[in-house]
């Protein structure tokens, strides 16, 4: 069962471009006066008629044309397989009842800059209980929502790019709050002509469809676009790092301090070194997945971008030159050494490598040698949780999987909450898991329970709203005394979501009766 809302929407539903913008196929022009005449002579009436017959028929083929045809060049995809559109998948929620839509976005400020959040989907199977696709994204909306509701800058759109395989969700992540888009992998796959690549693509956690985030760069009417995964949560809003990419000139102040704490590289630089090493113009930032690498058998420019977090300045140029470099072979992308040449220097060796990971670091850091991006602190943006440090048995040492010397690397394990702006669920595990990470056994445990708690109240704060909204509303929720034991008190910080060490899936509401019904 679904969200039982799909009669309510189609009644009127309006046709829109892949933008978001209405086309108006309901209203007919017939100029009454013609009506008034129609019976002053049958010669006259005979005319009219021909007119208006041909008139309708010139209509309903302009309407076809609008309803089939994607003229926003933003979004006009023309390698390999073409963009699957249909005349629903694109619809806004402005295009909706908002009484309907679960999660609404605030943008509501005239003052404020809008960016775009999106995510992508790439599979869906409406019977597989364990992914919980649909609560993920229900609280990954909510969490931005919350976070820029604090900001005093910038508000927010949010987007999902939907694989035809996963068309199903689509309805529900409008529901949501999504503007959806119905987007194939935006090439071709059997037309790389580099026998390597071309199964690299059939590797990682989606193969081909993690080229779903290129589209990131074709959301042209925004000035940023944050691409997160689905096991994310956003806890800050992040303007000091969007300040970055939206000021014309950001003054020596900002720079500096976005430097000292934002960046992973530039956080102990000196003012004079930050000036004159950090880019001028940022348009790519991001953060790396050293735990895909034993050091030091890869240097850091070789290892893989972090795909669950990527923030982008939409450009169409971008978009063509990494999917033309993908067309073309990869730059001699090799499965054993990946992404460019000599083979000692290429980008590839840790999973993921044949497809956005290796992609993303090999286009900003070889074809673009770092001038237009900067890695972010991997303990604030996008942290796992994980642990800094690797055995080396051949060297009989420890080093720090990042290469810093000296064991001097941040254990973002150490951070406290407060300094979290984003965090994506890896190393702890799956909310949904309700898996207690005891603190007093592994060092990831305080921050991993405390990442798990924030997640449990958005949710929470979903059904508290629900519950006002919708006067039948009444959410699945387990009493939790936190009084009782010391595993209680663990488990007190799922919120009521597990019964059992089971997680108990979001009771959403059923928009056509108001009444409360699992996705099932």
């Not at 086309?23 to 009219?48: A, E, G, K, Y």
């Not at 969700?169 to 090439?187: D, H, K, S, W």
């Not at 000091?240 to 301090?257: A, G, L, S, Y």
């Not at 080396?392 to 810093?404: A, D, F, G, V, Y």
């Amino acid at each position: 069962m679904g969200f039982a809302t799909t009669s309510r929407m189609q009644l009127k539903q309006p046709t829109v471009s892949s933008s978001g913008s209405n086309v108006d196929s309901q209203h007919t022009l017939r100029p009454p006066s013609l009506w008034c005449r129609m019976n002053s002579s049958p010669r006259r009436m005979i005319f009219l008629v021909i007119i208006l017959v041909t008139f309708e028929a010139l209509r309903n083929v302009v309407i076809l044309n609008k309803i089939f045809t994607v003229y926003d060049k933003s979004h006009d995809v023309t390698f390999g397989l073409p963009t699957v559109w249909t005349p629903s998948s694109s619809i806004s929620c402005d295009q909706l009842d908002k009484r309907n839509i679960l999660v609404v976005s605030s943008s509501t400020s005239p003052k404020k800059t809008i960016i775009a959040y999106a995510t992508s989907i790439t599979a869906y199977d409406p019977k597989d209980s364990d992914k919980k696709l649909i609560d993920r994204a229900a609280v990954l909306h909510q969490s931005i929502r919350l976070a820029a509701q604090r900001s005093v800058k910038y508000d927010y759109h949010m987007y999902a790019f939907v694989h035809p395989d996963a068309v199903q969700c689509a309805p529900m992540l409008r529901n949501l709050g999504y503007r959806v888009q119905i987007r194939e992998t935006p090439f071709n796959a059997s037309a790389i002509p580099n026998e390597d690549l071309r199964i690299a693509q059939k590797n990682g956690c989606c193969g081909a469809k993690e080229y779903l985030k290129l589209y990131s760069y074709l959301l042209l009417d925004y000035p940023i676009v944050v691409h997160l995964d689905l096991d994310t949560i956003v806890l800050k809003s992040m303007d000091q790092v969007f300040d970055m990419m939206t000021e014309n000139k950001p003054t020596t102040k900002q720079r500096q301090r976005f430097a000292s704490e934002s960046s992973m590289w530039f956080k102990n630089a000196t003012a004079s070194t930050t000036l004159t090493t950090m880019p001028k113009r940022i348009d790519f930032m991001f953060t790396r997945d050293y735990n895909m690498v034993d050091p030091p058998s890869k240097q850091v420019h070789q290892m893989g971008v972090q795909g669950g977090f990527l923030l982008v300045r939409p450009n169409r140029g971008d978009f063509d030159d990494m999917v033309n470099l993908i067309l073309s072979g990869g730059d001699g992308y090799t499965i054993s050494n990946g992404w460019g040449r000599p083979k000692d220097d290429a980008v590839g060796g840790f999973y993921g490598a044949g497809t956005i990971q290796g992609l993303a670091s090999y286009y900003y850091g070889r074809v673009e040698n770092g001038t237009r991006s900067v890695e972010l602190n991997r303990c604030y943006y996008n942290t796992m949780v994980d642990n800094p440090h690797s055995f080396n048995k051949h060297l009989n040492k420890t080093l720090c999987t990042t290469l810093e010397p000296h064991l001097s690397c941040e254990d973002c394990r150490q951070t406290t909450l407060d300094k979290v702006y984003t965090a994506h669920f890896t190393v702890c595990g799956k909310p949904e898991w309700c898996s207690v990470v005891d603190p007093n056994t592994k060092k990831s445990g305080r921050l991993c329970m405390g990442l798990f708690r924030e997640w449990h109240k958005v949710r929470l704060s979903l059904e508290i709203e629900w519950m006002q909204k919708f006067s039948h509303y009444v959410p699945d929720l387990v009493h939790v005394n936190a009084s009782d034991s010391r595993d209680k008190y663990l488990r007190s910080f799922f919120h009521g979501h597990c019964r059992g060490g089971e997680y108990l899936p979001i009771r959403f509401p059923n928009l056509s009766d108001n009444v409360s019904v699992l996705i099932e």
